[in-house]
């Protein structure tokens, strides 16, 4: 069993919806929560971190922590086609000690 | 544009035979790791290194070998190559040794034949 588990989709939603991407992890002792975007043929770039459990909110983008049910959620609101890629949840469990654990990333297409 | 620079874009090379890939970090920063991202394994972290000296090692096999030089650009050594080692390798930089915020350059693609 994988220590990160994500939907590989692809997950096609229509212009304006809002889009729900979900990882669950193994590993209790994973602390750190990042959320990174990838472009076909780009390299990944970060979206959302966030530390422990909890909500963080960046403009359309709100991420979720719920370290009781070992599950982070990424929402997107007013989804763009702009939007479309791959979406890759990551975690790391020690300060100093930068080993992330990346899921294998959820395909998202949003169309006009 | 992440300000990572890796080189080369692509590389086609057959069984067996050994390749260097290179990695420049952003102006500023210390550290670098490197990832190997296939379809089937997902990106899997494989060495970091921070002014030069090694950091942590993840699933890196004995085969692969990094450093960091001392104007911090780093290069990956992949030898006695697989078929299975083709895959997109990524090179990543934050300013400090511990640091959420990687920056990824654009990878290079290996294909091994």
């Known amino acids: 069993q994988k220590e990160v588990e994500q939907d590989p989709g692809p997950l096609s939603v229509p212009e304006g919806a809002i889009v729900s991407l979900n990882c669950t992890y193994s590993n209790s002792a994973f602390q750190y929560f990042m959320w990174y975007r990838q472009y076909s043929r780009k390299g990944p770039e970060l979206l959302m971190y966030?530390?422990?459990?909890g909500n963080k909110e960046d403009g359309r983008f709100t991420a979720q922590v719920d370290k009781s049910s070992k599950y982070i959620s990424l929402f997107i609101r007013d989804s763009q086609p702009s939007d479309s890629a791959t979406y890759l949840c990551?975690?790391?469990?020690?300060?100093?000690?930068?080993?992330?654990?990346f899921g294998t990333g959820t395909r998202l297409l949003v169309s006009p | 544009d992440s300000g990572v620079t890796q080189t080369p874009k692509h590389l086609i090379t057959a069984t067996g035979q050994r390749v260097t890939l290179r990695c420049s970090p952003r102006s500023g920063d210390l550290s670098v790791y490197w990832y190997q991202q296939s379809l089937d394994q997902g990106l899997q972290f494989l060495i970091q290194y921070y002014n030069g000296e090694e950091r942590a090692k993840g699933n890196i096999l004995e085969r692969f070998s990094a450093q960091q030089f001392p104007d911090l650009h780093s290069e990956l050594n992949l030898s006695s190559l697989e078929l299975g080692d083709s895959a997109l390798y990524f090179c990543?930089?934050?300013?400090?040794?511990?640091?959420?915020?990687?920056?990824f350059g654009p990878g290079t693609r290996l294909t091994v034949t």
């Open positions: 966030t530390y422990s459990s």
């Open positions: 990551a975690m790391s469990a020690i300060v100093g000690f930068q080993k992330l654990v």
């Open positions: 990543a930089s934050s300013p400090g040794d511990f640091s959420y915020e990687q920056y």
